[in-house]
């Protein structure tokens, strides 16, 4: 039993962080936290 309750929190921490990386992607934030300026894949994040 405890496997179970332990596989649904789990699931649902994973859930919770793909939906806040699709509202944030949504939004236009960066995904990785850094600056997009200095990074050397800046341009292929953020298409214009």
């Given at each position: 039993?405890?496997?179970?309750?332990?596989?649904?929190?789990?699931g649902l921490?994973?859930?919770?962080?793909a939906?806040q990386?699709?509202?944030?992607?949504?939004?236009?934030?960066?995904?990785?936290?850094?600056?997009?300026?200095?990074?050397?894949?800046?341009?292929?994040?953020?298409?214009?």
């Amino acid at each position: 039993m405890a496997t179970v309750i332990i596989g649904i929190i789990v699931g649902l921490v994973i859930f919770l962080a793909a939906r806040q990386l699709h509202k944030d992607k949504k939004k236009g934030k960066s995904l990785c936290g850094g600056k997009c300026s200095c990074c050397p894949n800046g341009c292929a994040c953020h298409k214009e």
